[in-house]
């Protein structure tokens, strides 16, 4: 398969300058606009293992150069503009990127694990001082979607779970950033059972406290509600 895309936005810089009496603030903004069609190829296979479902697949994104045009503003404190100048066109090289994954599923319950690797030490971002290096990615998770006959209600409920963990492309002073995260949730089926409750909870954790540098860590609880009934649906007696 292929999948097709469209990149287009700007990148904004802001500088604020005290002038030489250091009553008045000049403000300099440096907007980037850049747009890119982009494009990304996969292919699957899938195959019966032991009376259960294997699928594998592998993804690719080539290397992508984002055309942008710089424009710099000169502002005062009373955001009046006193120069507006347009630059050359420049270049944001994005790295390409690689992608494995596989499961093995049957009728209720998958596990799945994929493998993401970018080559962000080609990356090229002109004007930024920022270190970059090639960043991977594994993520693994399980699903189990209950039993529809079961004699209790326990036996209906669905859970799911996942972990994953990344070397980021980021580097800052000379220290890499990485981060990892853990989430688990339940779906509770409800009235005839077609209709469910998923509630599900996510860790994730960036960063480290070394070179006075930052850890961000965060909480998440998502609940959401599915209802399904039979409308619309034509029955047919005999």
Do not use: C
Request: aromatic share 12%; glycine share 10%.
């Amino acid at each position: 398969g292929v999948s097709l895309s469209y990149l287009f936005g700007t990148i904004d810089r802001d500088e604020s300058i005290l002038t030489g009496n250091g009553n008045d603030m000049l403000t300099l903004k440096h907007k980037t606009f850049g747009n890119r069609v982009n494009a990304d190829i996969g292919i699957q296979y899938k195959a019966k293992l032991f009376a259960k479902s294997l699928v594998a697949g592998l993804t690719y994104q080539g290397r992508m150069t984002l055309q942008g045009r710089n424009r710099y503003l000169l502002s005062d404190v009373n955001s009046d503009t006193l120069a507006d100048y347009r630059g050359d066109r420049t270049h944001y090289q994005l790295p390409e990127r690689f992608g494995a994954g596989i499961s093995l599923g049957s009728k209720r319950s998958i596990l799945a694990a994929d493998l993401t690797y970018a080559k962000w030490s080609d990356a090229r971002f002109p004007g930024e001082s920022i270190s970059f290096r090639d960043a991977w990615k594994m993520a693994i998770g399980y699903a189990w979607l209950g039993n529809e006959y079961a004699d209790s209600y326990f036996g209906i409920i669905g859970f799911r779970m996942g972990f994953y963990y990344q070397e980021h492309y980021l580097v800052v002073k000379k220290t890499p950033m990485n981060n990892w995260g853990a989430t688990a949730s339940l779906s509770l089926p409800v009235a005839d059972g077609r209709s469910r409750v998923n509630i599900a909870y996510t860790y994730d954790r960036m960063g480290t406290l070394e070179r006075n540098l930052i850890l961000h860590s965060a909480e998440k609880i998502h609940i959401d509600v599915i209802i399904q009934d039979v409308w619309g649906r034509r029955r047919r007696f005999e």
